[in-house]
């Protein structure tokens, strides 16, 4: 965990080490209790296709699941 302060102008500088992790651009995400910044890929549509290179069925076949998978869990 590291601690950040915003400077006169409203700017927050992530330390760099989390730059040279997670990017230079990020999602801002306002929680109940905070906010959450989630690192947007320079490439999302790549970073997806890398996300899912493992996942054999179409996407018929996972939206059927989820909505079966829902339906079960509303007690269908």
Do not use: C, W
């Not at 989390?18 to 995400?29: K, N, P, S």
């Not at 018929?60 to 079960?72: S, Y």
């Amino acid at each position: 965990m590291s601690d950040a302060t915003l400077d006169d102008r409203g700017r927050l500088t992530l330390p760099k080490g989390l730059r040279e992790r997670y990017g230079d651009h990020y999602h801002i995400v306002e929680l109940q209790d905070g906010i959450k910044l989630i690192p947007i890929a320079e490439n999302p549509l790549e970073a997806l296709r890398d996300e899912f290179e493992d996942v054999e069925k179409t996407a018929d076949e996972l939206r059927k699941e989820a909505r079966d998978a829902a339906l079960d869990e509303a007690g269908r």
